[in-house]
């Protein structure tokens, strides 16, 4: 997509820099990282959302993310990885463009998510919205 700055930078219109490129990747450091190392692991080619997105392409995606989190480990000495796919602006998707968050943490890197964990009414409730899932499987 020409408007597509991922596309852009994997067309080398937009300068990144690159930790890793194979036919169907690319790897590189996000510019706003939430923690110093964050990387972008992207499709080279345009697919959005992840529903739409070859399962091969989602594995390779997350194959390589691994990857990547051992690098992060082994080389910054990070003591954990979060890895991520926000998929959606209502997921906080900023770019509509498959990607996956591989971000380095430390014990003393001063993140927190905002992570608040709601309650079901009742085991039925989990139960319904499970049976309506299922029926789209």
């Known amino acids: 997509m020409s408007d597509c700055i ?11 820099t690159i930790l890793h490129e194979d036919d169907d990747v690319l790897v590189f450091m996000d510019i706003g990282p939430i923690i110093k190392g964050h990387a ?7 697919y959005d959302p992840v529903t739409e997105t070859p ?5 390779k ?10 690098a992060q480990m082994n080389a910054l000495g990070a003591g954990g990885v979060n890895i991520m796919q926000n998929n959606g602006t209502a997921a906080g998707q900023e770019v509509p463009h498959i990607h996956v968050h591989v971000i380095p943490r430390f014990k003393t890197d001063g993140h927190h998510w905002n992570w608040n964990p709601t309650a079901y009414d ?7 919205l499970a049976e309506k899932m299922r029926n789209h499987l």
């Open 6 to 16: 991922f596309c852009k930078i994997v067309a080398k219109e937009i300068p990144a």
């Open 40 to 46: 972008l692991v992207i499709s080279k080619k345009h």
């Open 55 to 59: 399962d091969d392409i989602l594995a």
């Open 61 to 70: 995606l997350h194959i390589t993310a691994k990857r990547i989190a051992a």
């Open 122 to 128: 009742d085991f039925e409730e989990i139960a319904k």
